[in-house]
């Protein structure tokens, strides 16, 4: 009866408010022995819920049982067994036996079950793609863990493709995920914290560390961030990353992202902390330093001497894609002495039919370069093809020889968009992208000067950032030679000894010295 | 947050105030000048003309339509006056910051040229390192309108050619300026000369038209006045004497034999000693350096030491010659001591040049100087005699 009065006063909010105060603010309801009562109930929460099934099978003349799963998220083809079985059970010996005893253990054969008393747990069991089964007559339920949804199978991410490496990648599944890491390193040190956020959505979320390699401030800070976060749902990584990060008005990314498995792993053994995110195959990594945005995962596959090579070329090229537009702006209209004579006399010569100010003309090409970028990404692979052939001929051929636009700007705009490729990590080539823009405006308002100031600026904000409380520059700002070798360089994995210092937690020994082959 | 707003404000006003000039200019506004001259007319005002690049003209030269330059000329009182007439003249604004050269018109040396240098130090446009020039015989005007083939700009064709020649020893004006205003040796300039097209020992069958050629030295006193001009030759001999001689070829004939004998010279070396005796100074210069053998038009087998010495004596005597000639034209016809041996005395004798120093161009002219050369010769190239000399005729 009280339950009764209680569902009428339910009635009255709407469906979603109604779930919201079974899963939180009512834990006291309790599941009734009489099974059509649970039904009815069951039935009115689940109203319009046109997924959610409810199986009654009798049994026999007095026991009935009583399904409710979610269609498609379960698996129930061990329910249809267990259920054959016991109705042959049931009609060998007609005895009076624990009926509720019998389903549970017939049902743990099949899968993992837990028995609950509260009307809450078993709505949430039944919303996380657990089979509900209610017996005649009992106050307990049992939730199986059926879990047997559709999900895509593991691929290389094809926005981080390597020549060297594993290629697997992350899934949309949490559990698969955590999977790929846990198969990586085989030690009870690698904890999988788990977390529920989201109102409505309810999404599992995992933070991943090595217990001692990691800094347990930085845990701390992580675990701090991401109870306190209050939110409807969380559909991806991204969401999470707004609430966590230090800076949320920088340019600069202050929190990791990644589909691959190796630099997650690579990144727990440095020390960092990982958050996973249910049904999304990023994986965010804090902290993060500028310099590991210019770090690929193969640096680490690959020889050495090589990555070495390569990374300096990372380095030039990253600041070409800031400062190659701007400067050249700043130098063609300011500082023309600067230009060699023969190279003054061509761009000259190439500028003579062009109507617009060298600014105008920068910002245009960069806006068309930008433009195709984007137009790029999103097409459907059949057009895609259209739009470089559109870019090329009407930006790189037609629009110079009809001397609307010069050749050397389609030069720098084209070494810029090259350079810009170069950075490894996508997320952080957006900073400079982002701010090639400000800078070309300095340039064309101050010429070098504005080029400077933005310069100083950038390298203010940068040496302020910080993420988890890791200076975003180290360890160059503030310096600290010992860790260089990983930055400056690519040194010798036998010879980098030590995690970095800022992030790593008490064990801070990676590999013992020594290790060199003695030839 | 609003503090920070405030100190961003105060930052990007900071930096509207802090500009220097607003100089932005396009480059297609910009008259790009690559060479100077500098005339000076009956009145004594100053003539400068300008080698100004056609941008336009430019990707087309190589079809036949323009030349790439076109050449303009103004008058004025000093060089900022001439540029400010030669702006009227021009639609777009004089850039002289990218000149190659300056050419200085014989007419205007001659009369002197200290007051046209300090416009070029004090302006920071102007590039204190271009290449300064005299034309012999002739207008700066006349250089600038000369064309030349392998170049896109003459006047660009004039400094290469001088750096592909003249080895160590430049000439900018910074050089120039250096010269003029240090003591104990008097500036010298490059010499640009207007000469004909033809080929040399062609006479005929050529259409007659101009090139130039790079010559040897313009010797100013001084008072920045020109007061003559050695030939190229001479001109290495000035180089040799004052250390600044890299490598050179020289070829002399053999003492009392036919032939000549070409050497690659290297390690010149330079030694002025100065003695004072009687109020009267006496230089002894020993010049030494090293040559390879590039060229024996002789019979002499080069394998025998006895030949390489005799080579060696041909080179010393006739080089101590053309020295002793060239020295004697500086002291007697220009009496300028371009040669640095003022400087010489000022290091061994500071007291006594102190006295001598206002008249040093007399004691210049008058001093006596003796002349010791010693080129060494260490390799003889590949072959002793020439190959093609039967066993017979070669010179043990």
Redesign the interface.
């Known amino acids: 009866m009280k339950l009764l009065l209680n569902l009428r006063k339910i009635k009255k909010f709407k469906l979603s408010e109604m779930i919201d105060s079974f899963s939180s603010e009512e834990p006291d309801q309790s599941i009734k022995s009489d099974l059509s009562a649970n039904e009815r109930f069951l039935q009115d929460i689940f109203q319009q819920c046109s997924d959610v099934v409810f199986r009654v099978v009798p049994i026999n003349d007095k026991t009935k049982l009583l399904f409710v799963y979610i269609d498609g998220l379960c698996d129930t083809k061990p329910l249809d067994e267990m259920v054959l079985n016991l109705g042959r059970a049931s009609e060998k010996k007609c005895e009076v036996f624990i009926f509720e005893e019998f389903v549970a253990n017939q049902l743990r054969a099949v899968a993992q079950i837990k028995s609950i008393k509260n009307v809450n747990e078993l709505i949430n069991g039944i919303l996380t793609a657990n089979v509900a089964v209610l017996v005649e007559g009992e106050t307990t339920a049992l939730l199986a863990d059926l879990k047997g949804f559709e999900k895509r199978s593991i691929e290389e991410p094809s926005s981080e493709p390597v020549i060297r490496g594993p290629r697997d990648g992350f899934t949309e599944t949490l559990r698969v995920n955590t999977s790929l890491i846990r198969r990586r390193i085989r030690s009870p040190r690698l904890k999988i914290e788990s977390f529920t956020i989201g109102k409505l959505s309810k999404t599992d979320v995992a933070v991943v560390y090595i217990e001692k390699v990691a800094n347990d401030s930085v845990i701390e800070e992580v675990r701090k961030r991401l109870e306190s976060i209050e939110i409807d749902g969380v559909i991806e990584t991204g969401y999470i990353e707004e609430f966590v990060e230090d800076f949320p008005f920088s340019p600069f990314p202050q929190v990791q992202n990644t589909e691959r498995p190796d630099i997650v792993c690579g990144s727990l053994l440095e020390g960092k902390v990982s958050i996973f995110v249910d049904n999304t195959p990023s994986v965010l990594i804090v902290p993060m330093t500028f310099w590991s945005g210019l770090q690929a995962a193969e640096d680490y596959y690959e020889r050495f001497i090589y990555v070495t090579f390569i990374r300096w070329i990372r380095y030039i090229l990253f600041n070409i894609s800031l400062l190659l537009p701007s400067i050249y702006v700043a130098v ?3 500082h ?2 600067l230009i060699p ?2 190279l ?11 109507p617009f ?2 600014l105008l003309e920068a910002f245009m090409m960069e806006l068309m370069f930008e433009a195709l970028r984007e137009a790029g990404i999103r097409l459907p692979k059949t057009i895609g093809s259209a739009v470089s052939i559109v870019g090329a001929l009407v930006i790189g051929e037609a629009a110079v020889q009809a001397g609307i636009i010069s050749a050397p700007m389609v030069i720098v705009v084209a070494a810029t968009g090259i350079a810009s490729f170069a950075v490894p990590r996508y997320n952080f080539g957006t900073a400079y992208r982002l701010l090639r823009f400000p800078m070309l405006i300095l340039a ?1 308002l ?2 070098l ?2 080029v400077i ?1 933005g310069t100083i600026a950038i390298l203010i904000h940068l040496v302020h950032l910080q993420s988890f409380g890791v200076p975003y520059l180290s360890p160059i700002a503030p310096q600290n030679p010992k860790y260089l070798k990983d930055v400056l360089v690519r040194a010798p994995r036998w010879s980098m000894h030590r995690r970095p210092i800022r992030v790593a937690g008490q064990d801070k020994t990676r590999i013992p010295e020594g290790q060199r082959t003695k030839t | 947050m609003i503090k920070r707003l405030k100190i961003c404000l105060i930052i990007i006003v900071c930096m509207f105030l802090t500009t220097g000039c607003w100089d932005e200019r396009e480059i297609n506004d910009r008259a790009i000048i690559l060479g100077w001259g500098f005339d000076q007319n009956e009145d004594g005002d100053y003539i400068g003309s300008a080698q100004i690049v056609v941008p336009g003209e430019v990707g087309e030269r190589s079809s036949g339509q323009g030349k790439g330059y076109i050449v303009e000329t103004a008058t004025g009182k000093s060089l900022l006056d001439v540029t400010q007439n030669l702006q009227r003249k021009l639609s777009r604004n004089v850039f002289l910051s990218h000149q190659k050269v300056i050419v200085i018109g014989e007419r205007l040396a001659r009369n002197g040229i200290s007051n046209i240098l300090d416009v070029y130090s004090r302006q920071p446009e102007l590039p204190i390192r271009t290449n300064f020039f005299v034309l012999k015989n002739g207008d700066a005007l006349d250089f600038l309108e000369v064309p030349y083939k392998m170049e896109d700009m003459p006047s660009t064709a004039a400094m290469k050619m001088f750096q592909s020649t003249a080895g160590p020893e430049s000439t900018t004006f910074k050089d120039f300026l250096e010269g003029a205003s240090s003591e104990g040796i008097s500036p010298t300039l490059p010499i640009l000369e207007i000469i004909s097209s033809k080929k040399e020992g062609n006479q005929e069958k050529e259409k007659d038209s101009e090139t130039f050629r790079l010559g040897g030295r313009a010797i100013f006193n001084q008072n920045l006045e020109l007061v003559g001009f050695l030939s190229y030759r001479e001109a290495v001999d000035r180089l040799w004497i004052i250390n600044k001689l890299n490598t050179h070829n020289l070829t002399t004939n053999l003492l009392g034999e036919e032939g000549n004998v070409g050497i690659m010279g290297m390690n010149f070396k330079s030694k002025i000693q100065p003695i004072i005796q009687n109020n009267q100074v006496e230089f002894h210069i020993t010049l030494s350096g090293t040559g390879v053998v590039r060229e024996n038009n002789t019979a002499l087998d080069l394998k025998q030491t006895k030949n390489l010495q005799r080579i060696e004596r041909s080179f010393n005597k006739n080089l101590q010659d053309h020295m002793i000639n060239t020295i004697t034209k500086v002291q007697k016809e220009y009496k300028t001591d371009i040669l640095g041996f003022g400087q010489s005395v000022h290091k061994k004798y500071p007291r006594k040049w102190k006295i001598w120093k206002k008249d040093w161009s007399k004691k210049f002219s008058d001093a006596d100087i003796t002349v010791k050369v010693d080129v060494h010769i260490e390799r003889t190239g590949v072959t002793g005699a020439p190959l093609h000399l039967k066993e017979s005729e070669i010179q043990k």
């Open positions: 063609t209209t300011y023309t002495q004579t023969n003054l006399i061509s761009i000259a010569a190439a500028r003579e039919d062009v100010p060298v064309g101050f010429g000067y504005g100031l």
